[in-house]
């Protein structure tokens, strides 16, 4: 059954228009991925979902209902949650306090303190740490965290390997079914391609603000998405 539906989606900055003519479908439960080059709009769509974007038309839907009038808090309370590109945690307070932070604005679920520890092993030992003394992936896993401490139905996973040595992004894309099984759905933006048709069922390719390509991770060869990605040939 479709959870989230973005339906002919433009939007943008000001007079800049970044997203043109967007659609996809996201599935109770399902992963999917949305690949492409700097710049392409992935993290425009992101925040368009989550309401930090002005849309120009078109529409997002939770369980068909239409939540463009909500305000970001409001469509945290929905059950949709971002995790930023660059993180954004609070650096002077402690791993703890930013979990509890994220946990504010909270539905009922099962994500807690344990928990998050459980599915981020790599954050166990630095629970009173503060956040500005954290590596790099320690940090992503905290966002993470802080994200899921508020109960997602769906969760929204900007870059979450931009920057990070691939054994720790390995780290993090292990707590990824344990999200799913929760019953979270997960909205992957990457631009490292493997990463993101490895994890989702779904993927959708997005070039100069447009979705250029989507299908089954499986039933795409590299040529259809280098050419979805780079533009090759588009204009052959
Ligand atoms: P990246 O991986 O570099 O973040 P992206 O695919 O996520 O790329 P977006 O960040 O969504 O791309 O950017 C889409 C377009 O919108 C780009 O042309 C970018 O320059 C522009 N853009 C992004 N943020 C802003 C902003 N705050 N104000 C104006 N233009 C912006």
């Not at 973005?6 to 970044?18: E, I, R, S």
């Not at 997203?19 to 992935?42: M, P, Q, R, T």
């Not at 945690?89 to 946990?103: A, C, D, P, Q, W």
């Not at 990457?190 to 390719?205: I, P």
Request: hydrophobic residues 45%; glycine residues 10%; proline residues 3%.
């Amino acid at each position: 059954m479709t959870l989230l539906e973005v339906k002919n989606l433009d939007a943008g900055y000001g007079q800049f228009q970044a997203l043109f003519d967007v659609s996809l479908n996201l599935k109770e439960g399902e992963a999917i991925s949305v690949i492409g080059a700097n710049g392409a709009g992935k993290s425009t769509l992101l925040k368009a979902i989550a309401g930090t974007v002005n849309m120009n038309s078109g529409d997002v839907l939770l369980d068909g209902q239409s939540i463009c009038d909500m305000q970001p808090h409001e469509r945290l309370l929905q059950g949709i949650a971002l995790v930023p590109e660059g993180r954004r945690i609070f650096r002077s307070l402690t791993v703890k306090e930013n979990l509890l932070i994220g946990g504010y604005s909270s539905r009922s679920g099962s994500w807690n303190v344990a928990s998050i520890l459980e599915a981020f092993p790599i954050l166990e030992n630095f629970i009173g740490r503060d956040a500005d003394r954290l590596s790099g992936g320690e940090q992503q896993a905290l966002a993470i965290g802080r994200a899921l401490m508020s109960n997602p139905r769906v969760l929204l996973l900007d870059e979450v390997s931009l920057g990070l040595a691939p054994i720790v992004v390995k780290q993090l894309y292990a707590a990824l079914p344990i999200i799913r099984n929760k019953g979270c759905a997960l909205v992957i933006v990457e631009q490292d391609t493997n990463q993101a048709l490895a994890a989702s069922d779904h993927t959708y390719c997005m070039l100069e603000g447009r979705i250029s390509l989507e299908g089954k991770p499986s039933e795409l060869t590299r040529e259809q998405i280098s050419q979805a990605y780079f533009g090759l040939g588009a204009h052959a």
